[in-house]
């Protein structure tokens, strides 16, 4: 009997199918200073324990994308070690924070399977949660990957569609119970511009730039344990259509983060993902800029000290943002993420 595998393909799915992801997983302060490392994050309730007590916290928290980069690989050797790409996401929600030293397992669910008319490929449609150590769920989100077959003349014949939602209502976004900015510092944090400085429709060009590294984007991919053969194998990726190593997608959606606190530095927690895809891909020697625009605000009831930013980032590569390059423009060539989310902000208003 074989012990080693090839991973699933899509004949290997099935609507409804549970699956149950090794291997849990401690995040550290090694692993927050690494993606701090990586990323070069200055988010000042991640960066500083006194600045996340000030704002009535117990610590500085793990970034929530760290969180979702490490739930997201405990599912990639059963989801999508065998997929050509990553395509969406939707339904993100951050349920609850998580800290240094909290250990994270992962579960997901096929809500929908659709093969490809080219009969090569297939799309698995799946829902995940991540849980912590006191069986508490941290996370969960919808995703869709293209996954190869293993035999192009097995047709399949199951195939359904999940209906997602556009956005997370903002009703539905979960602040951190401990959470106070009555007292957030600006000054520290780096911005003076709070919520109530930001309107619907404004543009945001972020200015700076990084550009990837494979020594960088390969550390970061394994940080997470992620082990899609798209990243590593040099010699299998000669044969894809990209002919080379691909960036993990969730890379660009950290280094987006990270440059995006040049206009929006105080906004300091990601609440979710509303949808998300990777317009094309990206490989080491891209230098990626991004840009940003407030798609909607949302003040929650009864509070006064912080309110909900939706925002849209667009990350492109070789190409500087002051002209907000976008899917269905001439510069979408160079586009290499489209991210809807929402992000918390304190706002200015006095405190009563």
């Known amino acids: 009997m074989a012990k080693s595998t090839s991973g699933n393909f899509f004949e290997d799915f099935w609507l409804g199918q549970e699956i149950a992801h090794a291997v849990p997983r401690t995040i550290t302060t090694g692993d927050v200073a690494l993606y701090s490392a990586l990323y070069g994050m200055r988010f000042a ?18 970034d929530n994308l760290l969180l979702f ?23 993100c929600r951050f349920l609850t924070p998580a800290w240094p030293g909290d250990s994270f397992t992962a579960k997901s669910e096929v809500i929908g ?45 199951e195939s359904h569609v999940p209906q997602t939602s556009s956005s997370v209502q903002g009703a539905d976004l979960v602040v951190p119970p ?35 590294e494979d020594s960088e984007h390969q550390i970061a991919t394994r940080l997470y344990q ?15 259509r990209f002919g080379r190593r691909i960036v993990y997608g969730g890379h660009i959606m950290s280094l987006a983060r990270s440059l995006s606190f040049n206009g929006l530095a105080n906004g300091v ?18 230098t990626v800029y991004c840009w940003s625009e407030v798609l909607e605000k949302h003040l929650f009831d009864g509070r006064r000290d912080i309110g909900a930013l939706r925002i849209r980032t667009v990350a492109a590569k ?35």
Not at 76 to 88: H, I, K, R, Y
Not at 226 to 240: E, L, P
Not at 269 to 286: E, L
């Open 45 to 62: 309730p991640q960066s500083s324990d006194a600045f996340a007590q000030s704002l009535g916290l117990p610590r500085a928290p793990i």
């Open 226 to 240: 992620n082990t899609a053969k798209g990243h590593f194998d040099a010699v299998q990726q000669k044969a894809s």
């Open 269 to 286: 927690f990601v609440a979710a993902i509303n949808g998300g895809r990777h317009v094309n891909p990206a490989a080491a020697g891209d």
């Open 69 to 91: 980069h490490v739930i997201f690989g405990k599912t990639v050797p059963d989801v999508s070690l065998n997929a050509v790409a990553n395509l969406g996401y939707a339904e």
């Open 178 to 212: 401990a959470l106070d900015a009555s007292a957030y510092d600006p000054v520290l944090a780096g911005s003076p511009h709070f919520f109530d400085d930001y309107q619907v429709g404004e543009k945001i060009d972020h200015i700076d730039g990084m550009t990837i």
């Open 113 to 157: 399977l659709r093969e490809n008319a080219s009969g090569k490929t297939g799309i698995v449609y799946v829902r995940s949660i991540g849980i912590n150590q006191d069986g508490v769920k941290v996370l969960e989100f919808v995703r869709w990957v293209m996954v190869n077959k293993r035999d192009s003349a097995d047709k399949t014949t």
């Open 318 to 352: 070789d190409m500087a943002c002051s002209e907000f390059p976008a899917p269905g423009s001439e510069n979408e060539p160079a586009v290499l993420l489209d991210l809807d989310y929402w992000l918390l902000m304190p706002r200015r208003e006095p405190q009563t």
